[in-house]
């Protein structure tokens, strides 16, 4: 059974508001919540910190699904959600799933 979340994040690729992996996300001129996934290499993660502090938003990170599996596109690691409504209601349910990333300051 889908979690929430991963409903959320179904809804929004329907509805086109989102943007798969780094270089795509970087092109935008806002997002309101990057996902990172769990198989993620460091610069992968480095790089999405980066991401977040552009667009002034948090990273969730998918601790069970990767991000290829929940968007359905291979060799994607990080998903950028831009609907904001969709960004608020996932970070309302964050579960064991899905948890607010963390990094450190000295990236």
Avoid: P, Q
């Avoid at 790089?47 to 991000?67: D, G, M, N, Q, W």
């Avoid at 060799?75 to 608020?88: P, Q, R, W």
């Amino acid at each position: 059974m889908k979690s929430k979340i991963e409903t959320y994040i179904g809804f929004s690729i329907k509805a086109g508001k989102f943007k798969c992996g780094a270089n795509a996300a970087a092109t935008l001129k806002r997002a309101e919540l990057l996902v990172l996934c769990h198989t993620a290499a460091k610069n992968s993660a480095e790089e999405c910190v980066k991401l977040a502090r552009k667009f002034r938003c948090k990273i969730v990170l998918s601790k069970v699904k990767t991000v290829e599996e929940l968007t359905g596109k291979e060799h994607c690691k990080i998903l950028a959600i831009t609907d904001g409504s969709l960004a608020k209601a996932i970070l309302e349910r964050l579960d064991d799933e899905f948890t607010e990333f963390k990094w450190e300051a000295k990236i």
